[in-house]
């Protein structure tokens, strides 16, 4: 089993910067190599691809995220960050944190095993 817990996520005006973390445990995680990505969810949406990073550090970005987010992973301290900047309102969302089996990043959720809680981020005009 995985555990993950999001923190980070707070009000921000537009145009500022935000750092997302997301804490992982668990036996499967620290004894199989896991690809893990971020997802973001608005009330009434869909959840929405938004990074993914490989067990050894390749990146994948959502095409509207790309240049503005960077995702990143420490797998010594077990954690992985999501780096936001140039905030716009449309960024508004729960971010959430997602871990699968193997080694390779995908796009989509329902290729994610675990899952975090979320953390609301909200940007104000």
């Known amino acids: 089993q995985v555990q993950l817990v999001e923190s980070g996520g707070r009000l921000e005006q537009a145009g500022a910067s935000l750092r997302l973390s997301c804490a992982a445990s668990g036996r499967t995680f620290n004894n199989y190599p896991m690809a893990m990505g971020w997802f973001r969810q608005a009330p009434g949406k869909e959840r929405e691809f938004v990074a993914a990073i490989t067990w050894n550090g390749r990146t994948e970005y959502a095409a509207s995220m790309k240049g503005r987010f960077t995702i990143s992973r420490n797998n010594a301290e077990n954690m992985v960050y999501l780096e936001m900047s140039s905030l716009k309102p449309e960024d508004t969302a729960a971010y959430y944190c997602?871990?699968?089996?193997?080694?390779?990043?995908?796009?989509?959720?329902?290729?994610?095993?675990?899952w975090g809680q979320g953390t609301q981020v909200t940007v104000s005009s």
């Open positions: 997602a871990a699968r089996t193997g080694q390779f990043a995908k796009t989509g959720a329902d290729e994610y095993d675990y």
